[in-house]
């Protein structure tokens, strides 16, 4: 059965650091996602990727954020300058269409420890 | 403020037993919920889909059950499993954003 996979799943780096965070989605799925969640709390939405765009993205998601497809299989979310606080799991999901039917899978998720 | 509640925080039983979880929510107007299982540091993975016409959807162990009317869910789990320890999430989906909104989780612990 088709999955979406992540990588590394534990990445640990230190405050100011760049961190890549890679995903690929499952193969004829369109519409991909990042969510993250801290620690025992909600998960939460960060951005929406259509057609090689951010569809939408929420207020967590600002200029420290950027998403990318580089190759057409891989689907990248990138920090520039982490903070303590971006330690957090973060999922990546993927659609084949879009609308509150359709449903998103999820990849295991990426723990990410800023120290 | 699009909200969802779960109830219990966490919850402990034994193999063999069942047990029921609830779920609040607030979204309006909402599309469908969905139950999700997320085992320990690993994404969640859907059980079940319930636009807001539907009373009652079962997937093998798991019944979901949603009264749109009071803005309530349960997930019930017959003759628990350890294999069933595990968070479960519910999510709503806002009918207008199609964003999908998470509860907090139950954390379930089955023992044997």
């Known amino acids: 059965e088709p999955e979406v996979t992540q990588t590394p799943s534990h990445q640990v780096t230190q405050m100011g650091q760049e961190v890549i965070l890679r995903c690929v989605p499952i193969?004829?799925?369109?519409?991909f996602y990042w969510y993250r969640q801290i620690l025992g709390q909600k998960v939460e939405f960060l951005v929406s990727f259509y057609n090689n765009e951010i569809s939408e993205k929420s207020e967590i998601f600002d200029d420290q954020f950027s998403v990318e497809r580089p190759d057409g299989s891989n689907f990248t979310l990138k920090i520039r300058s982490t903070k303590l606080e971006d330690s957090a799991m973060y999922f990546c999901a993927s659609s084949a269409g879009v609308g509150s039917y359709n449903e998103q899978f999820f990849g295991p998720g990426t723990r990410l420890t800023v120290l | 403020k699009n909200q969802v509640e779960q109830s219990p925080q966490s919850l402990i039983i034994l193999e063999g037993k069942n047990c029921t979880l609830q779920?609040?929510?607030?979204?309006?107007?909402?599309?469908?919920l969905r139950w999700y299982k997320q085992d320990t540091g690993r994404g969640p993975v859907s059980l079940t889909i319930m636009t807001f016409s539907e009373n009652t959807k079962s997937n093998g162990r798991y019944t979901a059950t949603l009264d749109a009317d009071t803005k309530q869910s349960s997930l019930h789990i017959t003759a628990s499993q350890l294999s069933d320890s595990a968070s479960y999430i519910c999510v709503v989906i806002h009918h207008n954003t199609d964003k999908l909104i998470f509860g907090t989780g139950t954390r379930l612990q089955v023992f044997p």
């Open positions: 779920c609040n929510y607030t979204v309006s107007p909402f599309s469908n």
């Open positions: 193969s004829n799925h369109l519409y």
